[in-house]
């Protein structure tokens, strides 16, 4: 083999390096189930909570509500122990989310265990903490999805 022939071999290789490089680090975008229930919609962020899959968490929250982190790292895991529609809720999210059509609450309890003995940054308390939430969900008319439009105490 002479030396140009080694070069273009040495080049189409380094071409090919990095084409799959550039491949095999684009990401698809993160696409959630369809047609969930309210229930499920918050059943389905609190799996990817626990994954600390910010994509995931993200795809069943409005585009206002989302936040750029999966989690604490410092979380260890958050396990959902309650997990039921409030139909009879008061809390008018048309201030939060005006423009969409149906509202409703799910009120959740979970279990949430942080690694450090330090107050985490999101401001849950270390170690085991359980907790009770409502989530106000929202969809712009029938054939939309339910979205995450708040959450509180």
């Known amino acids: 083999m002479t030396s140009v022939s080694k070069r273009r071999i040495s080049i189409m290789l380094l071409f090919c390096v990095m084409l799959s490089i550039f491949f095999g680090c684009t990401q698809e975008p ?17 799996a990817q ?22 989690g604490s790292s410092n979380m260890k895991y958050v396990k959902l122990l309650e997990c039921v529609e ?11 989310a005006p423009g969409y059509s149906q509202y409703t609450a799910v009120k959740v309890k979970f279990e949430i265990e942080f690694k450090s ?6 401001g849950f308390s270390p170690g ?15 054939q939309s999805d339910w979205v995450i439009v708040d959450r509180g105490s």
């Not at 993200?58 to 206002?64: A, L, Q, T």
Request: charged share 30%.
């Open 30 to 46: 993160f696409i959630p189930p369809t047609n969930m229930s309210p229930v499920e919609t918050v059943q389905f962020y609190f």
């Open 49 to 70: 909570w626990n994954e600390k899959n910010a994509k995931g968490m993200d795809s069943v929250v409005r585009m206002e509500g989302r936040r750029s982190g999966g």
């Open 86 to 96: 409030d139909k009879d809720d008061t809390y008018n999210p048309w201030s939060v």
């Open 117 to 122: 003995k330090w107050r985490d940054t999101d």
């Open 128 to 142: 085991k903490s359980y907790m009770g939430w409502y989530f106000y969900l929202a969809k712009m008319d029938d």
